[in-house]
């Protein structure tokens, strides 16, 4: 049984910071790109940001030079490190790990991120 942990969201004012962690445990092989995806109330799910196993990252346009993705492969693990937070970055964050065997990869429960203005 593979699980996905998030843990770090929270309220916060905008210009705030706040890093998410997803810890990955269970029987889980070849571990690829890891992902961080947020869904907003009344939107679609969007990649927020992406890290592959080489370490090449991508970022969305809307979080670029503010958002900072990065993994310890020793501990099975993802962040994302979010700062000058805008309102509009208020939305539940998944955590998405990609394998070999499951391109689709698994997910998280989500974490809720909140800016007040």
């Known amino acids: 049984q593979v699980q996905l942990v998030e843990s770090g969201g929270g309220l916060v004012q905008a210009g705030g910071s706040l890093r998410l962690s997803c810890v990955v445990s269970?029987?889980?092989?070849?571990?690829?790109?890891m992902s961080w995806y947020r869904q907003a109330p009344g939107k679609q799910r969007e990649l927020v940001a992406r890290i592959t196993g080489g370490g090449s990252t991508v970022y969305a346009d809307s979080v670029k030079g503010r958002f900072a993705i990065s993994r310890d492969n020793a501990k099975n693990t993802v962040y994302l490190q979010m700062n000058s937070l805008k309102p509009d970055d208020t939305a539940v964050y998944y955590c998405n790990v990609q394998t070999l065997l499951r391109p689709a990869g698994y997910w998280g429960q989500g974490t809720q991120v909140t800016v007040s203005s």
């Open positions: 269970g029987s889980i092989f070849s571990i690829n790109a």
